[in-house]
């Protein structure tokens, strides 16, 4: 059993991280040279230590040094730039594909001559390779944004270290591009919802029944707003009711969240919404286990008021709807996702300042309030039928429902669908419609959308490791996030002082669960008739702990696997997700060096970790197509929970190995594809392009990345806190896992430091050039 000592906070910086240059807010907002007349040092004020600086920057160039370029000056070239015409250049020359991004797919020369400003733009420079010109359209993209037509451009925008633009374009334009409020303001930009098939384009917001003042608040917002055509609806007090949820399908709409009371400009008080963060592209709302991961990287950029504001919102939705709900639409009333709200709460609580007495108990307060919430939650979701096994006392993926899930796309459940649309003798569109209206009864259908359901509500969707049977699955994956919040409520109460008093009224489920306890006509205990302990937290998480090892565990294979309920027997799937135990600390000592043994063994591929094994998934074909939650695919919450559980049982080198790997696909990605940030990877060809049922988020953007992804976005910043300095400076340079970890690596960290000063005609790109001399080309 692993030691139970409160880890220390994941997200502590192990490293200097290097300088970042000027905001484009504040870059470009000024006049340049040459439309004020005057000359202006647009980028000379970085705040790096120079030694730092010099050992991250790598330089654009082979020429002899001239005048004040030294590679230990902060000083570098600066451009005159036309910015719509250079663009039309640009794109029109680099862009071969019409995709308005410079790739390494694109077949253009790669080069492109700027005038310099010192001469006035009489002498010229040349700029080459792949990432720098796509660094220019960004560049260029962003003055266009700020209205300019003129610019000066340091030449440290276009020859920034990849990884230094990546984590700063995250800290600073990502998060904030990401960023909703739920109010009169944001929803002018939130109430369209992509996934929305109905042709209902009537935006609808439903305002949980007891929130009086909210509703009147978005009713006034309806009046003022009228362009908006919004339409305010009050949910009844019992509003995840199937058949009520079912009903809404013809009518989605956005579900409200957390408000604050602020002044108003009259002099009087009125609502505003609490602002968070979403994933991006078609995920215009809030999610459940994706905003777990993009708060690790809040955390890592300082955002701790966002990061607590979205477990604002959590706290809300439990006492609203129920569960922290998978998304927050009405089409998600029954269902929630994968829970990490303890683990969440305690990382941002281990931030707030506790310094004084007042700050120590507003902390409390609000470590109280979650704690609280998270209680409810897993006495009403977790640990109750049909999501809880009584006879196991495991937890599975069990949603509430009917009908066909109504944000996939119109096409998904087609193949599914015919057969049975041919038995009525009637068109797809009429037995959907008959189905969903409880027209037609179709038991064996019925039946897989149960399980369908509990694949979404598993964030696993889809994978051929759940199909048809996901509902009757206790999953190693949820059993161990249980587990961890069992231990994380006792630390909490612990922290409260021992005993935490629950405000809401409802049933506590029994312990330990059984069939006798669940049977018809058994009474359970109330919340408000005693206090929590830490020791009967302690007691659950120790009996789960049995459980997992009883029924997950397999001692012959050396991993853990999911357990069938219904056919009482492990499935043979072998999932990254064994690797969740040691995130929350419920396999022992040997279990962990045997589970990381094993699973590096399976799991581990030139870009991480792959979600599950090739033997696993079994043959594809054009009757069996792949799925994105198998291999090779790789996801951010697989890669940052197995750094976490390597870290936690003393393996910190393997855990900075599989960072390094999964960095360095991410960072390739972007260096040679305009700055993608994608949702999830192909780890076995280190490719973005991926051939998957849902295609892939946050690679549909002209010029410039305005968003990236959400949880990708938080996981590269975590993944920087485990890395060195030498892992940095080498993903600078993109140097390949191969070569990094190659047990002769004599010499290559000399060949990291992009060499200064060849000859004058000699002009490389700096990816290039690094790759050249790693590899002797």
Same mark, same amino acid.
């Given at each position: 059993?692993?030691?139970?000592?409160?880890?220390?906070?994941?997200?502590?910086?192990?490293?200097?991280?290097?300088?970042?240059?000027?905001?484009?807010? !504040?870059?470009?907002?000024?006049?340049?040279?040459?439309?004020?007349?005057?000359?202006?040092?647009?980028?000379?004020?970085?705040?790096?230590?120079?030694?730092?600086?010099?050992?991250?920057?790598?330089?654009?160039?082979?020429?002899?040094?001239?005048?004040?370029?030294?590679?230990?000056?902060?000083?570098?070239?600066?451009?005159?730039?036309?910015?719509?015409?250079?663009?039309?250049?640009?794109?029109?020359?680099?862009?071969?594909?019409?995709?308005?991004?410079?790739?390494?797919?694109?077949?253009?020369?790669?080069?492109?001559?700027?005038?310099?400003?010192?001469?006035?733009?009489?002498?010229?420079?040349?700029?080459?390779?792949?990432?720098?010109?796509?660094?220019?359209?960004?560049?260029?993209?962003?003055?266009?944004?700020?209205?300019?037509?003129?610019?000066?451009?340091?030449?440290?925008?276009?020859?920034?270290?990849?990884?230094?633009?990546?984590?700063?374009?995250?800290?600073?334009?990502?998060?904030?591009?990401?960023?909703?409020?739920?109010?009169?303001?944001?929803?002018?930009?939130?109430?369209?919802?992509? +996934?929305?098939?109905?042709?209902?384009?009537?935006?609808?917001?439903?305002?949980?029944?007891?929130?009086?003042?909210?509703?009147?608040?978005?009713?006034?917002?309806?009046?003022?707003?009228?362009?908006?055509?919004?339409?305010?609806?009050?949910?009844?007090?019992?509003?995840?009711?199937?058949?009520?949820?079912?009903? #809404?399908?013809?009518?989605?709409?956005?579900?409200?969240?957390?408000?604050?009371?602020?002044?108003?400009?009259?002099?009087?008080?009125?609502?505003?919404?609490?602002?968070?963060?979403?994933?991006?592209?078609?995920?215009?709302?809030?999610?459940?286990?994706?905003?777990?991961?993009?708060?690790?990287?809040?955390?890592?950029?300082?955002?701790?008021?966002?990061?607590?504001?979205?477990?604002?919102?959590?706290?809300?939705?439990?006492?609203?709807?129920?569960?922290?709900?998978?998304?927050?639409?009405?089409?998600?009333?029954?269902?929630?996702?994968?829970?990490?709200?303890?683990?969440?709460?305690?990382?941002?609580?281990?931030?707030?300042?506790?310094?004084?007495?007042?700050?120590?108990?507003?902390?409390?307060?609000?470590? +109280?309030?979650?704690?609280?919430?998270?209680?409810?939650?897993?006495?009403?979701?977790?640990?109750?039928?049909?999501?809880?096994?009584?006879?196991?006392?495991?937890?599975?993926?069990?949603?509430?429902?009917?009908?066909?899930?109504?944000?996939?796309?119109?096409?998904?459940?087609?193949?599914?669908?015919?057969?049975?649309?041919?038995?009525?003798?009637?068109?797809?569109?009429?037995?959907?419609?008959?189905?969903?209206?409880?027209?037609?009864?179709?038991?064996?259908?019925?039946?897989?959308?149960?399980?369908?359901?509990?694949?979404?509500?598993?964030?696993?969707?889809?994978?051929?490791?759940?199909?048809?049977?996901?509902?009757?699955?206790?999953?190693?994956?949820?059993?161990?996030?249980?587990?961890?919040?069992?231990?994380?409520?006792?630390?909490?109460?612990?922290?409260?002082?021992?005993?935490?008093? #629950?405000?809401?009224?409802?049933?506590?489920?029994?312990?330990?669960?059984?069939?006798?306890?669940?049977?018809?006509?058994?009474?359970?205990?109330?919340?408000?008739?005693?206090?929590?302990?830490?020791?009967?937290?302690?007691?659950?998480?120790?009996?789960?702990?049995?459980?997992?090892? +009883?029924?997950?565990?397999?001692?012959?294979?050396?991993?853990?696997?999911?357990?069938?309920?219904?056919?009482?027997?492990?499935?043979?799937?072998?999932?990254?997700?064994?690797?969740?135990?040691?995130?929350?600390?419920?396999?022992?000592?040997?279990?962990?060096?045997?589970?990381?043994?094993?699973?590096?063994?399976?799991?581990?591929?030139?870009?991480?970790?792959?979600?599950?094994?090739?033997?696993?998934?079994?043959?594809?074909?054009?009757?069996?197509?792949?799925?994105?939650?198998?291999?090779?695919?790789?996801?951010?919450?697989?890669?940052?929970?197995?750094?976490?559980?390597?870290?936690?049982?003393?393996?910190?080198?393997?855990? !900075?190995?599989?960072?390094?790997?999964? #960095?360095?696909?991410?960072?390739?990605?972007?260096?040679?594809?305009?700055?993608?940030?994608?949702?999830?990877?192909?780890?076995?060809?280190?490719?973005?392009?991926?051939?998957?049922?849902?295609?892939?988020?946050?690679?549909?953007?002209?010029?410039?990345?305005?968003?990236?992804?959400?949880?990708?976005?938080?996981?590269?910043?975590?993944?920087?806190?485990?890395?060195?300095?030498?892992?940095?400076?080498?993903?600078?340079?993109?140097?390949?896992?191969?070569?990094?970890?190659?047990?002769?690596?004599?010499?290559?960290?000399?060949?990291?430091?992009?060499?200064?000063?060849?000859?004058?005609?000699?002009?490389?790109?700096?990816?290039?050039?690094?790759?050249?001399?790693?590899?002797?080309?």
């Amino acid at each position: 059993m692993a030691s139970s000592r409160n880890r220390q906070m994941l997200l502590q910086s192990r490293g200097t991280r290097s300088a970042l240059v000027t905001h484009p807010d !504040q870059f470009y907002s000024r006049p340049t040279t040459h439309e004020s007349s005057k000359k202006v040092r647009t980028n000379s004020q970085s705040q790096a230590d120079p030694l730092t600086w010099k050992s991250n920057t790598l330089e654009m160039n082979k020429r002899k040094r001239r005048m004040s370029h030294d590679p230990q000056s902060r000083n570098s070239r600066r451009f005159i730039v036309d910015v719509d015409e250079t663009l039309r250049i640009v794109l029109q020359q680099e862009d071969t594909d019409g995709d308005f991004q410079i790739s390494v797919t694109d077949s253009g020369p790669k080069l492109i001559t700027l005038g310099t400003a010192t001469s006035n733009g009489y002498k010229t420079f040349d700029i080459r390779g792949n990432y720098m010109l796509s660094n220019l359209v960004q560049e260029l993209a962003i003055a266009r944004d700020h209205g300019r037509t003129r610019i000066v451009l340091d030449e440290e925008r276009l020859s920034e270290p990849p990884v230094d633009r990546l984590s700063r374009m995250i800290a600073t334009s990502f998060w904030r591009s990401l960023t909703r409020r739920i109010d009169g303001d944001g929803l002018e930009i939130i109430c369209a919802d992509p +996934k929305n098939r109905t042709g209902h384009l009537i935006p609808r917001i439903y305002v949980p029944h007891s929130e009086t003042k909210m509703f009147e608040y978005y009713k006034a917002v309806a009046k003022q707003r009228s362009h908006l055509r919004l339409e305010v609806v009050r949910l009844p007090e019992n509003c995840d009711d199937p058949m009520f949820v079912k009903s #809404l399908n013809d009518k989605p709409g956005l579900l409200a969240l957390a408000m604050e009371e602020v002044d108003d400009d009259a002099g009087g008080k009125t609502l505003r919404g609490i602002p968070f963060i979403v994933p991006g592209a078609r995920f215009n709302e809030l999610y459940n286990w994706d905003s777990y991961f993009i708060a690790l990287g809040l955390i890592v950029d300082g955002h701790i008021e966002m990061a607590k504001g979205m477990v604002e919102h959590f706290i809300f939705e439990i006492k609203h709807y129920n569960k922290i709900l998978n998304g927050s639409r009405s089409y998600y009333l029954c269902r929630t996702q994968p829970p990490f709200l303890t683990d969440m709460t305690l990382q941002i609580y281990n931030q707030l300042n506790k310094v004084t007495p007042q700050e120590r108990e507003s902390a409390n307060k609000w470590l +109280k309030r979650a704690m609280q919430a998270a209680i409810k939650e897993y006495h009403t979701i977790w640990m109750v039928p049909p999501r809880l096994d009584p006879v196991t006392g495991l937890s599975r993926y069990h949603p509430d429902g009917l009908g066909i899930p109504p944000e996939t796309e119109a096409s998904h459940f087609t193949h599914i669908l015919e057969p049975f649309a041919a038995k009525h003798g009637v068109s797809v569109l009429e037995f959907t419609e008959a189905y969903n209206d409880g027209r037609i009864h179709e038991p064996d259908l019925d039946e897989y959308f149960v399980h369908d359901r509990a694949v979404r509500e598993s964030g696993h969707d889809t994978t051929y490791r759940f199909e048809k049977k996901c509902a009757h699955l206790a999953t190693i994956d949820l059993n161990a996030l249980l587990y961890k919040y069992e231990v994380d409520i006792a630390t909490a109460i612990e922290i409260l002082g021992g005993e935490l008093e #629950l405000e809401e009224d409802f049933a506590l489920s029994p312990f330990p669960p059984s069939k006798e306890t669940f049977a018809a006509g058994a009474k359970f205990e109330r919340s408000r008739s005693r206090k929590q302990t830490k020791d009967e937290w302690m007691k659950r998480s120790q009996w789960r702990e049995e459980r997992i090892n +009883k029924y997950l565990w397999n001692e012959g294979k050396k991993l853990y696997f999911d357990y069938d309920t219904v056919a009482e027997a492990q499935i043979p799937y072998e999932s990254v997700t064994a690797f969740w135990a040691l995130w929350a600390g419920c396999a022992s000592e040997q279990q962990a060096i045997d589970v990381m043994a094993t699973g590096l063994a399976k799991f581990e591929v030139i870009g991480g970790l792959v979600s599950g094994t090739e033997e696993s998934r079994g043959p594809i074909s054009l009757d069996r197509p792949n799925r994105q939650w198998d291999f090779p695919y790789a996801w951010p919450p697989h890669q940052i929970m197995a750094w976490v559980g390597f870290e936690r049982y003393g393996r910190l080198e393997d855990a !900075q190995r599989l960072a390094y790997r999964w #960095l360095y696909m991410m960072t390739t990605a972007f260096v040679d594809f305009n700055g993608v940030v994608p949702e999830k990877f192909d780890a076995v060809k280190l490719s973005h392009m991926v051939d998957a049922e849902y295609g892939n988020q946050g690679v549909d953007f002209k010029m410039i990345p305005r968003e990236g992804f959400g949880w990708m976005n938080g996981e590269y910043e975590v993944g920087l806190t485990f890395i060195t300095e030498a892992m940095r400076r080498a993903l600078n340079s993109c140097v390949s896992p191969e070569k990094f970890f190659a047990k002769d690596r004599k010499g290559l960290e000399a060949t990291i430091q992009v060499p200064i000063g060849a000859p004058d005609e000699e002009v490389f790109d700096p990816i290039d050039l690094a790759l050249e001399a790693i590899m002797g080309v």
